[in-house]
């Protein structure tokens, strides 16, 4: 597939509503992303991990008990209504700091509470919209891609802003950014509504318990799919672990400063230069078909994002100055990022192909669930590990964990 190939669903003006909406939400998400995970480091200290555990149990909550009501609703609206309220939740947010001087610690609690739980209703209703955007099948990949490739280019341009722009503008106005770009994005989704056919929805009404049992056995019946679905907890756990508390923490303890001279500059840096290579090797994913027997690839990208989370360790452990320690963090940062795109492309394309449409919603949540309960666990392990172990140390086992679930999912589906 070639790059024209990898561009063909920009042509439809759906698609590309939709994917410029999904873009700036994207960026404004990362940059309230790595604001908060400042914010909160400097508020909470360790323990800011427990927001992120927080944020798991919503996604986990919502996911579980709202997923049979939600699959009954019309998804468009369901995406609408989701980016309304998160816009004006951090509308709140901005006005109790500006009001009060200081972010407050209950308010940013309750921003994560409510985004979580909109982002568990978003996101699977976004994977059941777009093959009903896409006439001819063939254009999954590259669809998938240029959706993923939102997440990817804010994962450059976000922390590339908060670098650049960390020491001049008040802190809070990332989330002010933030809140726009949800609104942009519920316009977006408005204009679509009338070129995606009406949603195919479960006959009847389900109660909780048969929507949970849908979800996970559709998924459990495809091979490769119920494999992945069995071990996403552990990485996206040990991957936020590593990027959303170590590093923050690491830049803090060794005082490694940034553009601007301050530290979150720093970790604005990192994440940016994480953001580089995985929006690259998205592209290079996208371009390409689907393999023929993609589970080599998707574990191969397990693989060097292990890979790169031990070498993160490794550097941390090192006697290097703060200057050598963050052009080495962001090297390794750079590396971890390409496979990231390796698994989630042909991931998203496989349940979108082989699964039932009806049943999208319900396996994405199946997968939300997955990684949440993971995630969880890593935060509320993960801030003692810290303390106890040391950060490098906490970082080569986060690393050396995904190496060996490469290994086995390459060996398994080679």
Same mark, same amino acid.
């Given at each position: ?34 604001? $908060? ?43 609408? =209504?989701?980016?309304? $309220?998160?816009?004006? #939740? ?22 994560? #509470? ?14 059941? *919209?777009?093959? %009903? ?18 997440? /990817?280019?804010? /994962? ?5 802003? &908060?670098?650049?722009?960390? =020491? ?34 479960? !006959? ?7 929507? &949970? ?9 495809? *091979? ?29 303890? /060794? ?14 840096? *990192? ?7 995985? $929006?690259?090797?998205?592209? #290079? ?10 589970? %080599?690839?998707?574990?191969? %990208? ?23 320690? $963050? ?11 390409? =496979? ?16 039932? /449409?009806?049943?999208?919603? !319900?396996?994405?949540? !199946? ?5 949440? !309960? ?41």
């Amino acid at each position: 597939m070639s790059h024209a190939r990898l561009l063909a669903p920009l042509r439809r003006g759906p698609i590309a509503l939709l994917w410029g909406g999904l873009a700036l939400s994207a960026i404004g998400d990362q940059l309230y992303t790595v604001a $908060l995970t400042w914010v909160a480091v400097g508020v909470f200290g360790a323990a800011a991990g427990y927001l992120t555990a927080l944020s798991a149990v919503v996604v986990l909550a919502v996911a579980l008990l709202a997923g049979a009501h939600a699959d009954q609703w019309d998804q468009r609206r369901l995406m609408i =209504g989701a980016d309304v $309220l998160r816009a004006f #939740v951090l509308v709140i947010v901005v006005s109790v700091w500006a009001a009060t001087g200081a972010p407050q610690a209950w308010s940013l609690i309750a921003a994560v #509470v409510l985004l979580a739980g909109a982002q568990a209703l978003f996101q699977p209703a976004l994977q059941a *919209v777009l093959p %009903g955007l896409v006439s001819d099948v063939s254009l999954l990949p590259a669809s998938n891609a240029l959706l993923d490739s939102t997440d /990817r280019i804010a /994962r450059l341009l976000g922390p590339g802003l &908060i670098a650049l722009l960390g =020491g001049f503008i008040p802190v809070m106005h990332f989330f002010s950014l933030d809140a726009a770009s949800f609104a942009v994005s519920a316009i977006a989704v408005t204009l679509i509504s009338c070129h995606v056919a009406a949603d195919p929805r479960p !006959a009847g009404r389900e109660g909780v318990i048969a929507s &949970i049992v849908r979800g996970f056995g559709t998924v459990r019946r495809h *091979v490769l799919l119920g494999f992945t679905l069995s071990i996403t907890g552990v990485l996206n756990g040990t991957w936020y672990a590593a990027f959303f508390l170590g590093i923050p923490l690491l830049i803090e303890q /060794r005082g490694i400063t940034g553009p601007g001279g301050s530290g979150l500059g720093a970790y604005g840096l *990192v994440i940016a230069s994480y953001g580089c290579t995985n $929006l690259l090797a998205t592209l #290079v994913v996208g371009s390409r078909t689907l393999p023929a027997r993609p589970g %080599g690839q998707m574990f191969g %990208g397990t693989m060097i994002g292990g890979l790169g989370i031990v070498l993160l360790g490794l550097a941390a452990a090192a006697p290097l100055g703060p200057a050598v320690l $963050l052009a080495l963090f962001a090297a390794f940062a750079a590396l971890t990022a390409i =496979g990231g795109p390796m698994k989630d492309i042909p991931l998203a394309v496989l349940r979108q192909t082989e699964l039932p /449409r009806r049943d999208l919603p !319900a396996a994405m949540r !199946a997968f939300l669930v997955s990684a949440n !309960a993971g995630l969880l666990a890593a935060m509320l392990v993960a801030p003692l590990a810290f303390e106890t172990l040391g950060v490098p140390l906490t970082l080569l086992v986060c690393g050396a964990t995904n190496l060996a679930i490469g290994v086995l999912g390459v060996w398994k589906f080679r």
